[in-house]
């Protein structure tokens, strides 16, 4: 199994650009998660979904932040217009809810830097 | 509200080592309970996890215990390693329904030869 598969690694762009962080859970898996990481505060859940429908999206910060996830294997996090506070490292993460331990596997992040 | 914490923030010890990370979480009913570890510029890493009625889980020098109801959770690394540098993360989860996790605030690690 290639695990959660994260897309772009990178991406610089600057303030007030659209953009979209896109994710592969691993397969057979119904839940993912987006998170953010920051040296302030730690790593944050923005949202999740189970079986391709959002259940908690609390974290998400603001009406600039959308998520969506049209099928089992894709999920993506949009953010428009973007600003230099959202730079950050976002975490995709899948689990298998209700199937074992609950256990979840995270992918290797994508490092968003806002000018 | 569920809070996690984890103590000490960081920690610095000579190879060979035996070590204790400490997680406590402040609301007992927890599902399961996760370390993990990232090193660097990287993701997150599962190490362990050990379900509500479980006491301990083990993975090579690795042993993670859970007492749920005073709230708290060890990892104990064994001989540690220079390679063990990273910052580990306990997480717990609520409920069966729920694979929320909460997350502690970390332990950075440094094993120096």
């Known amino acids: 199994d290639a695990g959660v598969i994260q897309s772009p690694r990178h991406e610089v762009t600057e303030m007030g650009q659209e953009v979209t962080l896109r994710c592969k859970p691993i397969s057979g898996h119904n839940s993912l998660f987006w998170y953010r990481q920051t040296m302030m505060r730690g790593l944050e859940l923005l949202i999740y979904?189970?079986?391709?429908?959002?259940?908690?999206d609390s974290g998400m910060p603001e009406d600039r932040f959308s998520a969506k996830m049209p099928n089992a294997s894709f999920s993506t996090l949009k953010i428009q217009p973007s600003e230099p506070r959202d730079s950050a490292v976002y975490f995709c993460?899948?689990?298998?809810?209700?199937?074992?331990?609950?256990?979840?596997?995270f992918g290797p992040g994508t490092r968003l830097t806002v000018l | 509200k569920q809070e996690v914490t984890q103590i000490p923030a960081a920690l610095s010890v000579p190879e060979g080592e035996n070590l204790v990370l400490n997680c406590s979480f402040t609301?007992?009913?927890?599902?399961?309970l996760q370390w993990f570890r990232q090193d660097p510029g990287k993701g997150l890493t599962s190490l362990l996890l050990?379900?509500?009625?479980?006491r301990e889980q083990t993975s090579g020098r690795l042993n993670a215990s859970l007492d749920k109801s005073s709230g708290r959770s060890t990892l104990y690394i064994a001989a540690s390693q220079p390679g063990d540098s990273a910052t580990y993360l306990c997480a717990v989860t609520r409920s069966y329904n729920t694979d929320k996790l909460i997350f502690g605030t970390g332990t950075r690690l440094q094993v120096f030869p």
């Open positions: 993460a899948s689990s298998s809810l209700g199937q074992g331990y609950n256990e979840q596997f």
């Open positions: 050990i379900q509500s009625s479980q």
């Open positions: 979904f189970n079986n391709n429908v959002p259940i908690d």
């Open positions: 609301d007992s009913a927890i599902y399961n």
